[in-house]
């Protein structure tokens, strides 16, 4: 239910604002930071992109104590670029946001309190079909060298 809500209150919240900082800051000001922040987050969306797995792989082991943190951060730091692509003042705020280190930290921190997670072992046995492949010992595995190869 806070979902629908959410996703009907931000293109109202995005009009108020526009209304509102557009007539205070003016139209070419309003225009140029649409722009300006919808290039950031090209930029942004693109530096994740080139993100290899190597940086992945050397942040997780890095930080040992939390191997989804550098996973984390990552997909906040895409969503933070989504934010910036919309044009709005308030998704470039809250995009803006989470291009800081520590508002992800917290952010994550939030989230991960809030999840949890269940492991179950299982330990029975696997139902499945098999069949031999091994010839049998007896059978001379090297062709004749008089005959050659037959086809």
Do not use: C
Request: proline share 7%.
């Amino acid at each position: 239910m806070w979902i629908i809500l959410a996703i009907l209150a931000i293109p109202l919240i995005e009009i108020a604002l526009f209304v509102t900082l557009g007539a205070a800051l003016g139209l070419w000001v309003t225009l140029a930071w649409v722009v300006v922040t919808g290039v950031l987050g090209v930029i942004v969306l693109k530096g994740v992109a080139m993100l290899g797995i190597d940086q992945m792989a050397t942040g997780i082991r890095q930080e040992l104590r939390d191997p989804l943190s550098p996973m984390a951060h990552r997909f906040l730091v895409g969503i933070a670029g989504l934010f910036l692509l919309l044009p709005g003042f308030f998704t470039d705020a809250v995009g803006l946001l989470l291009l800081i280190p520590p508002v992800r930290r917290v952010l994550i921190a939030f989230i991960g309190k809030r999840i949890t997670t269940t492991v179950e072992v299982y330990g029975g046995a696997v139902d499945g079909e098999w069949r031999d492949v091994t010839p049998p010992s007896n059978q001379n595995l090297t062709p004749p060298s008089d005959q050659g190869t037959r086809h």
